[in-house]
Every structure is written in C-alpha cells, then in structure tokens.
C-alpha cells in the first residue's frame, strides 16, 4: 500500500509539473492593460503623461500629477474573434464577455503652495493586466500522421504492464480504450492502432476563461511641478480555467474498423503574487516630459489541478477512460521589466506620448519543492527572447471634450523579427465632461496577432502548424469623479 501510494503521488506530480512549459511561461510573462478609456484610447502609451489609474500600472510616478482626489470605475465589453487555417480547412471561433477590469482610489494631501513639496498621493486600484477568455477551433485533413503516432514513438522500449506506471494520463487511457494493442508479425510481437496513419480529420478546439489583474498600492510626490516620484506595491492574481479537446475521426469512404477518439484535458489554475515599481517623470521643458519606470520580476504561487479524458469509438463501440485528477502546487517568476517614457506637450491643444517596454522573456521561471524543473527552465531560456513592446498616443482637446488615438506593437516572446506571437493594436476615444467634476470617457482597442501551434510532435512523418489568427475588438467605458 506505501509503495502504491507512493508511485500515485510521483505520478501526479510527474504530469502537473508537465504541464508546464514555454507555452505557460509565455502566456503568464506577457501584460496587455485593459484598465481605463483614457489609457486604452492613447494606446496605454501614458508613462509619461500619468493622471491615470492604469498609468500608475505602467509607472507609479503618474500618480504625482494627481492635484485632487478621484474614483474611477470602468465596463467593457470584450469580443474575441479567431480564424485558424489548418492544412487548408478554415474554421472560427467567437467569445463575447463583459467585466470590470479597473477600479480605483486616489487621495491627494497638498504640502505646499509655492516651493518644494507640493502634493503627496495615496492610491489603491485593481487593473487587469491580461484576458485569457478565449475560444478556438481548428480542423483538417492530416495526411501523413496521427496523434497515436506520437503515442507509438513515446512508449518504445516499454511493457505493457509499465504503461499504467508511465503513462497514465494519455498512453495508458489510448491502451485501455483500444486506440493502441498490441500485435505480432513474423518478426514478434508490437504496438499497433487501428487508427490509420495520416489522411485522417484531426483538430482541436480550446475554450478558456480568466484574467490576470494587480491590485495596486502606490505613494507619490510632486516636486516643484516639475519632477514627480512614485513607489507602488502589486498583489497580482491570475486565474485561468477551461477545457482542450483534440480530437481525431476517419474521412469518409476510408475503409477501416476506426471511427473516431478524442483526448480532453481540464484545466483549473489560480495564483496570487507580487512585486514592487519605482518610476519617475520630469518635465524637463514646457513641451517635453522624460518618464522611466523599473518593475521588479512578479513572484507567483500557482495551485493547479489538472485531468484528461480519453474516448475512442471502433466498430462503432464506445470505450472510454477518466485518468485520476492532478492537485499540483508550483512557483512561477515573471521577468523583471523596464519602461521608458517621453510626452510631447503641444501649447493648450494636445499632446504626443511614447512609451517603450524591455523584457526577457527567457529569464521566466518555474519553480517546486518536490520536482526539478532545470529541463523546463533550459528550454524556457533557448526559445524564449529578449523583445521590445512600443505604444504611441495622442491626446487633442476640442472645446470640453478630448479625442483621442493609440497604436501599440507587442513584440514576439520568441525574439525580434518573428512574427508569430507578435501583437498589434489600434484604439480611439473620447472624454466628455458630464460636469465640473465628472468625466465620462469611451474607447475602442482592435486587436491583431497571429500564432502558430504545433498539436505533437509527429517525427519524420510530419504535421502542419496550426496557423490561428486573433482579432479582439474591445469596448471600453470610465467614469471619472473628482472632488
């Protein structure tokens, strides 16, 4: 019984810590603010310019413009639209959500009227720093391999009776449902599938839901309205929850005894974590402001279970197998960050503002107590990059009311240059004052990327990329109080 219970616990722990890789540490590095109108509209391109809430996320000095107190409370409305091509079969996906991705309170003490010290701020505020609603579907005719392919490969060398021990979450549930047995030849016994190799429907369809978010915890100051400090505190949380299913099935007129078999993973993930921000902004002449902001690497504890589902039909029998559940804790560190700054202030009219982000997204890591992830890690190091995000906005007053613009490039995880992984955004807004202390502002942020996943790694046999393209269209309102 101890030493059953004993492989069952290494077993569990062997498949969560599997789980986790360079799709996990890229997905969790990256940050796209869906936080105010304001911000949204000027392509989050605000770290020089602050008086935001979400600009105290990208630079806790933008706090120190604040010269009175404000509540802010923002709605939108998210619609994620994907288009996937595989081996020429297009398909598409679609998922609407509403939520409330900021909140926030700012309380201003003025120090002095004339010298030094002017103003210090507090401030407390959630902004959600990135959306994992997501629903896609992917299928085709793949002509050279199979899924089971990749099972074959895998489990060479091993007995059956190793394969519960070994594989108990995907080959071993293939075993049992008679997607693999095990034949002979003249030359001996062999694993084998009735599932044909290549010129089958294969595909996969993901629906995820979940956010990350910080609540943040920031002081400032303003020196002489001319240089501003800021400090700030994140807790940050991040929950991610949802269902992928590959699934493979015969083309018609195919003559065999394979009918169809999918493979489902459940996933449940939540982590909570923290890090601290320095920044400052100078107004170094009338017309130019000069920010900069450090942002320390984000420590996460992730709880996560994690559970698979195998079904196959063959000759129009039914056989399925539930593998048992994982409950997997582990520790995910963010990379560090670095922003710099510049606005341009145009007279009474408007502005130009420029934000530029570096980050490593090789230095993510993975962490536990009871599994050594320096594998995962080396591999995070070898293919993900050092990558550039740049962000532009403009600001124009038009009587009472401000118009606004923002553009925004997302560099590729994988490097510089590559293109997939890489995000575009375009926004517009508007601000118009409903009275001499409120403030209703709109925005609209498209989104564009592309990405390319693989589904297994099929050997020499081969297996086209799943090329996935994603199209967000995000509506955005704020309400601003001020007093």
């Not at 490097?415 to 118009?432: N, P, R, V, W």
């Amino acid at each position: 019984m101890k030493k059953t219970l004993t492989i069952a616990i290494v077993l569990l722990t062997y498949i969560a810590a599997s789980a986790q890789g360079v799709d996990d540490a890229s997905l969790y590095s990256q940050t796209f603010y869906q936080g105010t109108a304001k911000a949204l509209g000027m392509g989050n391109a605000l770290g020089a310019v602050g008086g935001d809430m979400t600009a105290i996320n990208i630079n806790p000095a933008s706090m120190g413009i604040y010269r009175s107190n404000e509540i802010t409370m923002s709605v939108n409305l998210l619609d994620n639209y994907h288009k996937s091509n595989y081996y020429g079969t297009e398909k598409e996906g679609n998922q609407m959500r509403f939520s409330i991705p900021n909140v926030g309170f700012v309380g201003v003490k003025e120090r002095s009227n004339y010298r030094g010290l002017r103003f210090t701020q507090f401030g407390i505020g959630l902004t959600r720093t990135n959306d994992f609603n997501m629903f896609t579907n992917a299928k085709g005719i793949n002509p050279s391999s199979s899924m089971i392919d990749n099972y074959l490969a895998r489990m060479d060398g091993y007995s059956q009776y190793e394969l519960q021990d070994e594989f108990p979450y995907d080959i071993y549930p293939a075993w049992r449902t008679y997607l693999i047995d095990l034949y002979e030849d003249e030359l001996g016994p062999y694993y084998g599938s009735p599932v044909p190799q290549g010129n089958i429907w294969q595909g996969q369809e993901c629906s995820y839901r979940g956010r990350s978010e910080a609540w943040t915890f920031a002081g400032s100051a303003n020196y002489n309205e001319r240089f501003f400090i800021g400090i700030s505190l994140d807790l940050a949380h991040t929950k991610r929850f949802g269902t992928k299913v590959f699934e493979e099935s015969r083309v018609e007129g195919t003559e065999t005894d394979f009918n169809e078999w999918s493979f489902t993973q459940d996933l449940n993930s939540t982590g909570w974590g923290g890090n601290a921000k320095i920044g400052f902004i100078f107004h170094a002449t009338p017309w130019l402001r000069i920010g900069g902001a450090f942002h320390s690497p984000t420590l996460y504890n992730f709880t996560e279970t994690w559970q698979t589902t195998t079904e196959s039909k063959i000759n129009y029998v039914t056989q399925k197998c539930l593998s048992p559940e994982s409950h997997y804790e582990y520790t995910f560190i963010k990379p560090l960050k670095w922003v710099g700054s510049l606005a341009f202030v145009i007279g009474q009219q408007g502005m130009v503002s420029l934000d530029a982000e570096y980050t490593n997204f090789g230095a993510a890591r993975f962490k536990a107590n009871d599994y050594d992830y320096t594998p995962t890690n080396e591999d995070i190091k070898n293919t993900l990059k050092r990558t550039f995000n740049l962000r532009l906005g403009t600001e124009w007053r038009v009587g009472g009311t401000y118009l606004r613009l923002g553009t925004a490039y997302y560099g590729s995880p994988f490097g510089f240059g590559e293109k997939g992984g890489s995000i575009k955004k375009a926004s517009c807004g508007l601000s118009i004052p409903l009275s001499a202390s409120t403030t209703f502002d709109l925005a609209y942020e498209l989104t564009h990327g592309i990405t390319y996943t693989t589904l297994y790694d099929a050997g020499e046999l081969g297996i086209e990329s799943i090329t996935q393209k994603q199209f967000r269209h995000l509506l955005l309102t704020t309400l601003k109080i001020r007093f």
